[in-house]
Structure formats: structure tokens, C-alpha cells
Nanobody
Framework: QVQVLESGGGLVQAGGSLRLSCAVS????????MRWYRQPAGKQRELVAG???????NYSDSVKGRFTISRDNLKNTVTLQMNSLKPEDTAVYYC???????????????WGQGTQVTVSS
């Protein structure tokens, strides 16, 4: 069994900061790419940022320069530092991880349940 658990969401004023964390636990052999997605109410889920096991990162244009993704490969965690938050960043934020649970597995993507981030104007 694999669990993906996000934490750190909440309510913040525009211009403020929040730090999201995601912990992956269970019977894991290797974790490849980890990502943060978000889904505003009534809209489609979108990629926010991703990070490979070697530390290569990518960001959506809407968050570039404001958000920073990082990971701890020993703890199987990924974090998203969000600065200069805007009301349009309001969404449910989801973490996912591409991983294997045995030496013979193909990569499988596991998702967390999400954490709400609300930015007031």
C-alpha cells in the first residue's frame, strides 16, 4: 500500500506565503518524478510544478518566479514554497508521485487527496 499525504494548506492574504508538504509512504522501491497540481473550483486540474529524482524542476508560467518545488529523497517528501500569492492561486492542490513498489513494476502514479489553498484579496 502506498499513501500520499499533503499538508500545509490554508487561508492567506494576497502577497503572503504558504508552504505545502507531501509525504509518500508505504512499500516503495523508487520514486521518479513528483509533481504538484492544482484545481480551482469549476476548472480543470493543471500542473503547477514538477521535480525529477535528480532534482530537475519545471514550473507552469503562472507560478514561475513565485513558487519553488523541492524534495528530500531520503524522506520521500516534496514541498512547494509559494510566495507572492495571488487570489488566482486559490485552488485545491494535489501532490502526485510516479513510483514502483517492486523491482519488476512499471511506474505507477499515485495521488494525494488534496489540500485547499485560499488566497484572499
Amino acid at each position: 500500500q502506498v499513501q500520499v499525504l499533503e499538508s500545509g494548506g490554508g487561508l492567506v492574504q494576497a502577497g503572503g506565503s504558504l508552504r505545502l508538504s507531501c509525504a509518500v509512504s508505504g512499500s516503495i522501491v523508487t520514486i521518479k518524478t513528483m509533481r504538484w497540481y492544482r484545481q480551482p473550483a469549476g476548472k480543470q486540474r493543471e500542473l503547477v510544478a514538477g521535480i525529477t529524482s535528480s532534482g530537475t524542476t519545471n514550473y507552469s508560467d503562472s507560478v514561475k518566479g513565485r513558487f519553488t518545488i523541492s524534495r528530500d529523497n531520503l524522506k520521500n517528501t516534496v514541498t512547494l514554497q509559494m510566495n507572492s500569492l495571488k487570489p488566482e492561486d486559490t485552488a485545491v492542490y494535489y501532490c502526485n508521485a510516479d513510483l514502483t513498489t517492486t523491482d519488476w513494476d512499471t511506474l505507477t502514479r499515485y495521488w494525494g487527496q488534496g489540500t485547499q489553498v485560499t488566497v484572499s484579496s
